[in-house]
């Protein structure tokens, strides 16, 4: 009989320690360690006895080949879609995280509810909420009516049971996976080992079946999917709900998809009838925008395939501490300090001594490098007390040289610049090549360094377009 052997297994990483420390030696997060009993098992090789090997000879294929494409399920949800890359695949994997009350739960009601309408068989299993809860917020919703089946279930066996079948489900939805549990284990629900075995079971269950799975993942105070990193690798598509709970706009991110776009995003706006797609995030997150206030510009973002345009705010205020504020909203800070020292460095202004507010706003977080120029901009913009002209958009990357370079896709920036009245975009030079030609485009004033930046603001060497405002 196997003798059982506690370890300590880190929730953050999945990492096991021969005995409990403050501290994962592999991850370096703290207090992670749980006790766990696992049996000891002797090692052994994949030869029997008398020799031989007992396997299933495997079938090798080229890679040209005819194979069945299965159509997607379309959602009914047109920014769900787009951020899965076109509808749910048949037997694909999908991981959707986010902060508690974010509205995970009311996204996938309403994406259920519009599947079950439209012919598919959807399946709804909670391990959270009863099935009252469930029925409260669905006539809340107006979806009381869809054909869709619920249960509150959190034994794994028994999920397995009730759909391992032909034509038991086209969609299910897991709320949430650190909730489920298998009864062989020892371990409670939620560790590291019940949640990459449960998820394991399930995903292998949805592709020999053809079913589109959606798994809920709780986050950690830092807004990684809490479990076991492979939760990760084992699903198709990894999306996370963004926004503050205070805010009523939502944005849904991919962060892996193998069958789409990644960094692809999804606007939505929280309403008493649920959450309501955002068909044109740009006018939504510049609808309060005022004119005439300086350190302010509007960055032309590209979001996966998507252009948005959004307004970045910086503020400065004397320090009155010895060590500057550097306070950032939805942008990498890091990148906020190297900005402030090119500016130092390179064009001479004096900021050390300031405190520096940044915000992105709209609640959108922006990763890509492009918005460098936009931030220097705001930033030169409250250094000099002058405001950006109203009609001129923003973006390019920033080098430690003070270099303004090129970014990918200008067309597609500049077209949604257009689109919503922007006559002036500031951007780098294209490289090795000249800006196509393009009708009802903006003008655009290339910037090679960001002294020429500094020069416009400071009045020297204005150019004539920049001058209004």
């Known amino acids: ?21 403050g501290r994962c030696e592999a991850c370096g997060a703290w207090n992670t360690l749980a006790e766990e009993a696992t049996a000891e098992v002797v090692p052994k090789g994949v030869g029997s006895r008398d020799g031989k090997r007992g396997g299933r000879r495997l079938e090798f294929v080229g890679l040209t080949g005819q194979s069945k494409q299965q159509p997607r399920r379309n959602t009914g949800i047109a920014e769900l879609d787009r951020v899965c890359g076109g509808g749910l695949v048949p037997g694909s994997a999908i991981l959707v995280g986010g902060d508690p009350g974010i509205g995970k739960s009311t996204l996938l009601l309403q994406a259920m509810a519009s599947l079950a309408k439209a012919g598919h068989r959807g399946v709804y299993i909670s391990g959270e909420e009863a099935i009252d809860q469930i029925r409260m917020r669905a006539t809340r919703l107006g979806l009381a009516d869809a054909p869709l089946s ?24 897991i709320d949430s996976i650190q909730t489920m549990y298998i009864d062989t284990m020892d371990s409670a629900p ?70 789409g776009p990644t960094d692809e995003i999804g606007v939505f706006e929280m309403t008493d009838a649920g959450l309501s797609e955002v068909a044109n995030p740009s006018e939504l997150f510049l609808a309060d925008r005022r004119h005439g206030i300086s350190g302010t510009a509007v960055f032309a973002g590209l979001e996966g395939t998507r252009p948005v345009l959004v307004e970045i705010q910086a503020l400065l205020s004397v320090s009155t501490f010895g060590t500057p504020r550097r306070a950032v909203v939805g942008w990498d800070s890091g990148r906020l300090s190297m900005i402030l020292a090119v500016l130092e460095a390179r064009c001479g202004l004096n900021l050390g001594g300031s405190d520096v507010y940044l915000n992105v706003a709209g609640g959108l977080r922006i990763t890509e490098p492009a918005a460098d120029l936009a931030v220097a901009a705001a930033l030169v913009s409250a250094h000099f ?25 200008p067309e597609q920036r500049l077209r949604e610049a257009a689109k919503l009245g922007f006559g002036k975009v500031l951007a780098p030079t294209p490289r090795g090549r000249k800006r196509a030609k393009m009708q009802a485009m903006p003008e655009v004033e290339e910037i090679s360094h960001l002294a020429d930046l500094v020069q416009i603001f400071a009045g020297q060497g204005r150019t004539p377009s920049l001058a209004a405002g």
Do not use: Y
């Open 1 to 21: 009989m196997a003798r059982s052997n506690p370890s300590f297994i880190c929730q953050s990483c999945g990492a096991s320690h021969a005995r409990w420390a």
């Open 150 to 173: 619920l249960a509150a279930a959190t034994s794994v066996r028994d999920i397995l049971a009730t759909l391992d079948a032909a034509n038991s489900a086209d969609v299910l939805v």
């Open 190 to 259: 939620g560790t590291v080992s019940q949640v990459r075995s449960s998820a394991q079971e399930l995903t292998r269950m949805a592709k020999r079946r053809g079913i589109s799975l959606i798994l809920v993942g709780h986050v950690t105070k830092d807004g990684m999917i809490a479990g076991p990193k492979v939760l990760e690798h084992m699903v198709d598509t990894v999306l996370s709900f963004e926004g503050e709970r205070s805010h009523q706009f939502r944005i849904l991110r991919t962060n892996k998809n193998r069958f």
């Open 385 to 409: 007390d002058h405001s950006m002209p109203a009609d001129t958009a923003v973006f390019g990357e920033i080098g430690l040289g003070g270099e303004i370079r090129a970014v990918g896709q």
